[in-house]
């Protein structure tokens, strides 16, 4: 996977422009604030079709524009292709490009072109919030595996359409998306837990090579394993209804649940040191860069800031 070129109109503090990038890779030094990292940002965009640092596309386009507008040509392989985005908040639709033809679907789009970003705040996966971790979980799993990606997006639609009725109170409308937020629900459910099994000697071995004891660090999941069956669903959301209603949102679901790294069976979070939030951090990374390369085929770019 290598960028070939990039293509910038109206993108944070960018200057409108596009760069042809060579073969062995970009290395940018400068003062802060000149758009190193924005750079890295539109590079990483296309990925997912969202900013590795915010969730809200009006906090990328330059001030005083209506949008922004990306373009990226790639190698994959023997190929060389093309994707493109133009998003014109506050609209919640994209306009998507793959290879000249628009695309209506980001799930179409998505992870066509692959990148992992190491940004100085990863550190937070170790010593964090949850929804990091989820975050982190649902980015390696939607690019290794575009089940989980359309999984996800169902569930997410399904969930803000439930935590909408909830506000109005039409709880008839709450019951009719529950039958969809359970069927996605359990796919996601199941491929976290399954990958985090299968990764946790990986993980282990990672930190030996940084330097930590495998031995004492650890990966879990936390979260209703019953919910990996759909049939599950129903009593959880039943039994949660009032709880629901008072909170007017979705209190059950993996949404809410945490990738939880131990250290000697306690949260690292809370009792690891500083280096090794760290070398976690690092390890984290480094099995988001492997599990996507295993899915592809071949190693996804590397965004280093």
């Not at 994707?83 to 992870?111: F, N, S």
Request: charge should be positive; glycine fraction near 8%; charged fraction near 25%.
């Amino acid at each position: 996977m290598r960028l070939v070129a990039l293509t910038v109109r109206a993108f944070r503090n960018l200057r409108d422009q596009t760069l042809d990038l060579p073969p062995a890779g970009v290395v940018l030094v400068g003062p802060n604030g000149q758009g190193k990292t924005s750079l890295l940002e539109a590079i990483g965009y296309p990925v997912l079709m969202r900013s590795f640092r915010t969730n809200r596309d009006a906090e990328l386009v330059r001030f005083g524009e209506p949008g922004f507008h990306l373009d990226l040509q790639f190698e994959r392989g023997e190929r060389r292709r093309t994707i493109g985005a133009t998003v014109r908040p506050p609209e919640r639709r994209k306009q998507l490009e793959l290879d000249g033809e628009t695309v209506t679907r980001i799930v179409a789009v998505a992870g066509q072109w692959q990148a992992v970003v190491f940004a100085p705040e990863d550190v937070r996966l170790a010593s964090g919030p949850a929804a990091g971790r989820r975050l982190y979980l649902d980015r390696t799993l939607a690019l290794a595996d575009a089940g989980y990606l359309a999984a996800l997006l169902r569930y997410r639609s399904a969930l803000r359409q439930r935590n909408a009725a909830l506000r109005q109170g039409r709880l008839e409308v709450v019951r009719a998306f529950e039958p969809p937020l359970a069927a996605a629900g359990a796919v996601i459910v199941t491929r976290r837990r399954a990958w985090i099994a299968a990764m946790n000697s990986r993980f282990g071995a990672l930190l030996a090579e940084l330097g930590e004891s495998a031995a004492d660090i650890s990966l879990a999941y936390h979260g209703d394993a019953e919910l990996a069956e759909p049939a599950a669903w129903a009593g959880r959301l039943r039994a949660a209804g009032a709880r629901d209603q008072a909170r007017q949102l979705t209190t059950v679901g993996p949404h809410r649940d945490d990738l939880v790294i131990r250290l000697a069976g306690h949260g690292l979070r809370w009792f690891g040191s500083t280096g090794q939030h760290r070398s976690t951090a690092i390890a984290l990374k480094l099995l988001e860069l492997e599990t996507i390369r295993d899915a592809a085929g071949s190693w996804p770019a590397l965004l280093l800031d």
